[in-house]
């Protein structure tokens, strides 16, 4: 039984184009042999032919290269005027970027008279090993999708994640870069960035502060909490159980420790106040509670010596 081989096959594709250089090379050979000046007249023709092409093939590479940014920037005008989210307008602007490049340099090979068709048999014959190349960058694409369709997060929100906590400044179709608070440029990955835990702080309009303070042993628990939420009270960035989802302040014991009594504060803050309430709070209770006869303690260790 005789087997039928696919003409359009790589291995037939890369037998017959041998074929063709092999017969062009021996009329060659045949041609310099019987009449030199002719052949180096044809060898001139074809530098000729070639130099122009290349010429065509750079003229359309720079060409689609302006091309491909007056988009990107028309896409970048189209997202601003539509408010839409950064992080959705980020990730389409790098992929649109890719694709165009990618289709610009399968244009510019195709005007050297490179057979694209032939091109593209040989990658798809490769394919299988061109994915096991690129497994971790389909799988950082992969993420990304899984991503932009579940929003754990957006350009500008403050995250934790992989072991980084910063702002999210861009969103490629690959990875995200954060912007740490040392000002610092993290990238990470969409591949574990997607399978791994992310802490969004700034998903939700308000956070909740929470302070610990040490009081010794003795101490007025009543008049210390009163205190404590008349401090909070006291910061108008603190809300109250008026804003939806928040709370008013609340104090109570939180533990007994060996030589201190650790009572706890709770106060709900906008996000933009996090840090100023916080560093503001501390910086009364270290001034005031002392003031008002709550002294801080000091650690203690009772020592019994047996004669």
Known sequence: ??????????????????????????????????????????????SIHFGLKMMVAILIYVVGIWLISLI????????????????????????????????????AISTLGVNTTSLAALLAGGGVAIGMALSGTLQNFSGGLLILAFK??????????QGYAGTVTEMSIISTRLTLPDNRSVTIPHGPLANGNINNYTRNPIRRLEWKIGMEYGVDADALKAKLLEIAGENEKVLDSSTPGAAAP???????????????????????????????????????????????PFPQMDIHVKS
């Open 72 to 107: 990107k920037r028309a896409l970048k005008r189209y997202f601003d005027v539509r408010k839409t989210d950064r992080t959705v307008a980020s990730f389409v602007t790098s992929f649109t970027s890719v694709v165009l490049t990618i289709a610009l340099i399968v244009i």
């Open 152 to 161: 754990p997060f957006k350009v500008g929100d403050f995250i934790e994640a």
């Open 250 to 296: 609340f104090a109570a014991v939180s533990g007994l420790e060996s030589s201190s009594v650790v009572f706890i504060l709770r106060a709900w803050v906008r996000n933009a106040d996090y840090w100023d309430v916080y560093f503001s709070v501390n910086d009364v209770i270290y001034r005031e509670l002392p003031a008002a006869g709550f002294p801080f």
């Open 1 to 46: 039984m005789r087997l039928q081989t696919n003409p359009f096959a790589p291995d037939s594709l890369m037998a017959r184009r041998a074929d063709s250089l092999r017969t062009a090379a021996n009329d060659f050979a045949e041609t310099l042999v019987t009449d030199p000046s002719a052949a180096l007249h044809q060898v001139a023709v074809d």
